[in-house]
């Protein structure tokens, strides 16, 4: 199955950071990949603007180098980078002086081509940018700006950074772009959700149990030891990323899949999340394994208590989900590499099979990474003679295989989030209220730690967590899904 390409409208895009390791791993090969579906214009133009001095030509050298490294189209036809390339452009720039900027003017003179700036930066520098832009002329009241993860590091800095951003740009014009939103199972949530009269009935505290969040990795926190010690997991993954699969996995309908509407109910999951207890909270750091050092060696601090994984039960006060339990969790240096939602539904009420036939539930699966795909379990009678034997048995379908190798690999997340922005499509961006109200809810755990001196419990790497994880569930008589290697 071929997907369908739907070209976007010409632009101007400049990439403030265009020679940082964001802007070479994913946003130059995403445009590239985008290019040679035939999605991006011929006639766009992508300017880099960084603190590095280069010209014009030593950034294209830069751009073929990140295409060629970390991947370029599958399909592309000879000659197409040349072409590509062909529309890039370099202005050595002062995010907070006046250097450049009056050569970036010279380069955007056509203010009806669509155009977006991509804050690929530390946060600091969001507000000095924004302020140029209006200063020097280069935005207009349809220009969006595109700001990167970390939205502040608690309640009041984001208040700061919102605040800074209101005071040149409409709420409208920001594009707060968390990469997990652009995956491809995470928008199939709403599909499978909202376009599927099986799906939507069962999905409430009649039918539902329990359901599972899980975030997985298999990595230490490598070079970003010193930015990862100061935030750590629930920083990191648990008050952005976790948060919102939480939000779509919980949310109740919008009346129109329109950016406010499915933002509004988001919203509304969040400003109901109960208060999470201290005891049911289990925070980790990882310890060495036989090639790498443990967590406290990673960030050179040998008392930190910064935890590199996180788990805990939480509740949501509504009529849909009142009584179910939401647990989640997330951690570094776990046995697999893998992205997870698991609705666990209820057993039924009555059985007409006796005990051997076991007790048995229906499990909805939705694989975020790898292998992105959904997984609903059934119970069906074993095969052979013997009696009544119940077995639960997949129905499994992997994205790759029941699109067709014609499909192509998925667009990556920032590939459609950039298309996104170019759209002015908010539907998959953050707003500003959603971020406050996500630590508003977050402050009161972190700072719970810090006054009670908590210290994370210590974790095998290459394992599925502390132990005591296993135990926040057990207490339920639950246990987590396991994390297949």
């Known amino acids: 199955m071929v997907s369908r390409v739907i070209p976007v409208d010409t632009f101007d895009l400049v990439i403030f950071g265009g020679t940082g390791d964001l ?57 197409t980078l040349d072409a590509f390339l062909k529309q890039m452009d370099y202005i050595p720039i002062d995010a907070r002086g006046e250097n450049g900027w009056p050569e970036l003017a010279q380069h955007l003179p056509d203010s009806a081509r669509v155009r977006a700036f991509y804050f690929s930066v530390a946060p600091g520098l969001f507000g000095d940018l924004a302020e140029r832009l209006q200063l020097h002329g280069l935005a207009d009241s349809d220009s969006r700006i595109v700001v990167e993860k970390p939205f502040g590091r608690d309640l009041e800095t984001a208040k700061a950074l919102n605040a800074s951003l209101a005071e ?28 599927n009269t099986l799906f939507e009935p069962l999905w409430n505290a009649q039918y539902v149990d329990h359901i599972q969040i899980t ?99 939480i509740g949501i006060s509504n009529w849909r989900w009142a009584g179910i339990p939401f647990y989640l969790r997330t ?54 003679p013997g009696g009544m034997r119940l077995v639960d048995v997949p129905l499994d379908m992997s994205f790759a295989e029941a699109l067709g190798e014609d499909g192509g690999d998925p667009p990556d997340a920032y590939e459609r989030l950039i298309m996104d922005v170019i759209r002015g499509n908010q539907t998959l961006f953050m707003r500003g209220d959603e971020v406050e109200a996500a630590w508003a809810w977050t402050d009161p755990i972190i700072n719970g730690w810090t006054a009670r001196g908590d210290v994370p419990k210590p974790y095998a790497s290459n394992s599925a967590g502390p132990t005591d994880s296993e135990q926040l569930l057990a207490r339920d008589g639950r246990a987590w899904r396991e994390v297949n290697s």
Do not use: W
């Open 215 to 313: 975030v997985s990795e298999t990595v230490g926190v490598g070079g970003r030891g010193e930015y990862y010690d100061k935030s750590g997991a629930m920083r990191d993954m648990v008050q952005n990323h976790l948060m919102q699969l939480l939000c779509l996995i919980a949310m109740e309908p919008p009346a129109q899949f329109e950016p406010d509407a499915v933002r509004d109910e988001k919203l509304k999951v969040i400003r109901a999340l109960d208060p999470v207890e201290p005891h049911h909270i289990v925070r980790g750091q990882y310890d060495a394994s036989a090639d790498a050092p443990d967590y406290r060696s990673a960030v050179n601090d040998p008392r930190s208590k910064t935890e590199s994984f996180v788990a805990m039960k």
């Open 168 to 195: 040149h740009f409409k709420e409208s014009q920001i594009y707060r772009i968390d990469h997990y939103l652009g995956k491809e199972t995470v928008q199939n949530l709403m599909a499978v959700r909202f376009g």
């Open 331 to 384: 951690g570094k240096r776990m046995s697999t590499r893998y992205s997870e939602i698991t609705v666990v539904y209820k057993a039924r009420n009555h059985s007409i099979f006796d005990e051997q036939a076991g007790d048995h539930r229906n499990v909805l699966s939705i694989r975020l990474q790898p292998d992105e795909g959904i997984t609903l379990g059934v119970t069906i009678k074993e095969p052979g």
């Open 23 to 79: 802007a070479r791993r994913k946003i130059l090969p995403g445009l590239f990949r985008r290019y040679c579906a035939g999605q991006m214009p011929r006639d766009a133009r992508v300017i880099g603007a960084a603190r590095t001095d280069m010209d014009s030509a030593g950034y294209r050298d830069f751009v073929r180098d990140a295409i060629e490294e970390f991947g370029g189209g599958r399909d592309c036809e000879d000659g």
